[in-house]
C-alpha cells in the first residue's frame, strides 16, 4: 500500500487549505484513514481519522469545529479541510492508513503512512 499526501502550502489565519491523501497498491475492503502532524520539536499527534465502513469520524479537540475529513471511495482517498487555521497548526502533515479495526488516535495501530506535507499558517 502507498499513500501519497498533497495539498500542503502556506496559508494565511483565517483562510483554508485541503490535503488530500490518495491510497494505491492492496487495501481491504475495511480499513480507517487518519492524518497525523508533527510540529517542529514537538511529538507526532492525532488530527482526525474516518473509518472506511461507517464514515464515523474522530477528531483531536484542537481542531473540532474547524477541521474536516472526508472521503472518496471511488478514488480511495481521504481529504482533511482546514478552516481558519492558527499558527498553531503549522506542522508536517502525515496521512495513515489502517488495515483492521476501527479509526483509532494511536499512532502505532497504523500500518502504512505517507511522505508528509508541509502546513504553514502565517498570522
Known amino acids: 500500500v502507498q499513500l501519497q499526501a498533497s495539498g500542503g502550502g502556506l496559508v494565511q489565519v483565517g483562510g483554508s487549505l485541503r490535503l488530500s491523501c490518495a491510497a494505491s497498491?492492496?487495501?481491504?475492503?475495511?480499513?480507517?484513514m487518519a492524518w497525523f502532524r508533527q510540529a517542529p520539536g514537538k511529538e507526532r499527534e492525532f488530527v482526525a481519522g474516518?473509518?472506511?465502513?461507517?464514515?464515523?469520524?474522530l477528531y483531536a479537540d484542537s481542531v473540532k469545529g474547524r477541521f474536516i475529513i472526508s472521503r472518496d471511495n471511488d478514488k480511495k482517498t481521504v481529504y482533511l479541510q482546514m478552516n481558519s487555521p492558527s499558527p498553531e497548526d503549522t506542522a508536517l502533515y502525515y496521512c495513515?492508513?489502517?488495515?483492521?479495526?476501527?479509526?483509532?488516535?494511536?499512532?502505532?495501530?497504523?500500518?502504512?503512512w505517507g511522505r508528509g506535507t508541509l502546513v504553514t499558517v502565517s498570522s
Open positions: 495513515a492508513l489502517k488495515i483492521t479495526g476501527w479509526v483509532t488516535e494511536e499512532a502505532s495501530r497504523y500500518s502504512y
Open positions: 474516518i473509518d472506511w465502513r461507517s464514515d464515523s469520524t
Open positions: 497498491g492492496r487495501t481491504s475492503t475495511s480499513y480507517a
